[in-house]
């Protein structure tokens, strides 16, 4: 019995032993065995893309939002009723006219013995007026033979003064009347008041108006306008006409979305209001484009505005001397730009613009002349991380790594996630 207990703690305890032995060999090769050399963990440049700053005279260009409207627009109306008996075929929405073309006709014909009767009156007060005339040269005589026997308070009335001035009036009144039945004769014809495009008809052949009448609604060819909210601080860079109407800021209308790529019209500011938008802080501005639906330009090709439509516009301000300009997109965190040192390493520069539009800034002081941009997204930049450009951080890679950046543009997250991966 006394043996089989011993056998039975023999074979518990081996295990514990064995293991016991293994930690103490363990800890004794650790403390006397050579120790390996620890070494910093190596530092990965990021993959990015640059362009190289540069310093010139460069004009503002504010950017805005702007709404087409005519310059001239009226709802013609009849000045005298009648029945219409003619209209022009291409009055019609979309038909065209020059200035005193034609629209329409009112029948005429009552307007024209009208100005017949009219003609009646003014012979008969022509031939009264002759008759007092010589009725008054009578008196005359007689006054002149009759010498002091009348007093000089029937002066007037011995030489019939008031019968006179009464048919030099009653003349004038009839040739009044008769200047306004060939008025009304006149307006029977309904014509273009301005050069004009067709917005709405509203009246047929056949259709009887009176005075006031809505015959159309005309819109004017030769310009129209763009009404743009300007922010204010943006005012000091954009010329307004001078007194005699010279002058204003050029200003090129785009229509992205419609037109074809690259297409724009030109236009010059003509006028700014005097007060504040309901908005708040903005200004509306107007802006004058002639020719809107290109009508009389060699250039067949060039876009038409379509009254009511939202365009984008770029008013060209003052130039700026000496700057540098940097699209807004790689203006980070509001004022601060990526830079790459000399050495390949980022940093980060905070800028003071003297203009700040929606897509580009022009700094004066705080960039130079070649210094290297960083036209990659970083998703964590640091100050001095290590930088690298496509094809090396040799000198021959940088010098293509540039000029890459400038012929293909800014680089993307994706090209940042690429050089990751590539390494």
Not at 156 to 173: C, D, G, N, S, W
Not at 337 to 343: A, C, G, K, Q, Y
Request: charged share 30%.
């Amino acid at each position: 019995m006394k043996d089989k207990l011993k056998m039975i703690l023999k074979n518990r305890w081996s295990p514990l032993m064995i293991l016991f032995v293994g930690l103490v060999i363990s800890g004794v090769v650790a403390a006397t065995g050579p120790e390996a050399p620890r070494r910093q963990p190596q530092r990965q440049a990021r993959l990015v893309e640059v362009t190289t700053l540069e310093v010139a005279d460069t004009q503002v260009t504010v950017e805005a939002l702007g709404t087409v409207k005519s310059a001239l627009d009226v709802r013609l109306q009849a000045q005298v009723g009648g029945q219409v008996i003619y209209v022009s075929p291409r009055l019609i929405p979309g038909g065209r006219f020059a200035e005193g073309e034609m629209l329409l006709r009112i029948d005429a014909r009552e307007y024209e013995f009208a100005v017949r009767q009219r003609e009646s009156d003014v012979a008969r007060a022509e031939q009264a007026l002759k008759l007092e005339e010589s009725q008054q040269e009578i008196a005359r005589r007689e006054y002149e033979l009759m010498g002091d026997i009348i007093d000089d308070d029937d002066i007037e009335l011995v030489l019939r003064a008031p019968q006179l001035e009464t048919a030099r009036k009653a003349h004038i009144a009839a040739l009044a009347a008769l200047e306004q039945a060939r008025i009304d004769l006149d307006r029977t014809t309904v014509v273009a008041p301005f050069n004009a495009i067709v917005e709405d008809r509203l009246v047929d052949r056949g259709g009887i108006v009176a005075a006031n009448t809505a015959l159309a609604t005309l819109v004017g060819t030769d310009a129209c306008w763009v009404e743009v909210l300007v922010r204010v601080d943006d005012l000091v860079w954009i010329e307004t006409p001078r007194a005699d109407g010279s002058g204003g800021s050029v200003v090129r209308v785009r229509q992205d979305a419609v037109w074809d790529k690259g297409a724009w019209r030109e236009g010059r500011v003509l006028s700014r209001s005097g007060s504040l938008d309901a908005q708040g802080g903005m200004v509306r501005v107007i802006v004058e484009v002639l020719d809107p639906f290109n009508l009389r330009t060699a250039d067949a090709a060039a876009p038409a505005l379509l009254m009511g439509s939202f365009v984008d516009v770029e008013l060209l301000g003052q130039t700026v001397a000496d700057a540098v300009l940097v699209e807004r997109r790689y203006v980070r965190d509001g004022n601060s730009v990526w830079l790459m040192d000399d050495e390949d390493n980022l940093r980060i520069r905070t800028i003071k613009p003297v203009y700040a539009g929606e897509s580009q800034v022009l700094v004066v002081e705080g960039l130079e002349a070649g210094e290297r941009l960083v036209t990659t997204h970083l998703s964590a930049p640091v100050e001095g991380m290590p930088l690298r450009l496509k094809g090396g951080a040799t000198a021959e890679g940088k010098g293509a790594g540039e000029k890459g950046a400038g012929a293909g543009g800014p680089a993307s997250g994706d090209g940042e996630a690429e050089g990751e991966k590539s390494r």
